[in-house]
C-alpha cells in the first residue's frame, strides 16, 4: 500500500516553561492517497507520553451484502422533503 508521511518537531527551549532541559515534541502521519484515510499516526511528548494509531487489517474487497439489509423487525419509513423556505419579502 502506498502512503505519504509527514514529521513534524517542536522543539521547547530550555527554561521556556519553567524546564530544565529542551523538550522535543514529535508527531508523524501516514495517509494513503487511495483510500484517502489515515492509516498511522504517533505523537511523542515527554510531558503527556506517547500515542499511536494504527489501522490493520485493511480489505479492500467488497462488504458483504447483509450489512447493507434491512433488519426483518425493522421498518423502512421514507421522509418526505423539508418544505421549501419562504420567499423573501419584495420591497
Do not use: C
Request: aromatic content about 4%; charged content about 25%; glycine content about 4%.
Amino acid at each position: 500500500m502506498t502512503a505519504n508521511g509527514t514529521r513534524r518537531t517542536e522543539t521547547i527551549p530550555a527554561g521556556r516553561i519553567g524546564n530544565d532541559r529542551p523538550i522535543v515534541i514529535t508527531d508523524e502521519r501516514w495517509e494513503s492517497p487511495d483510500l484517502k484515510i489515515l492509516i498511522s499516526s504517533q505523537h511523542h511528548d515527554p510531558r503527556t507520553g506517547d500515542v499511536e494509531y494504527r489501522l490493520t487489517n485493511i480489505s479492500r474487497a467488497e462488504p458483504a451484502a447483509h450489512l447493507f439489509t434491512v433488519p426483518a423487525d425493522y421498518d423502512v419509513v421514507d421522509i418526505p422533503p423539508p418544505p421549501p423556505p419562504p420567499a423573501a419579502p419584495r420591497q
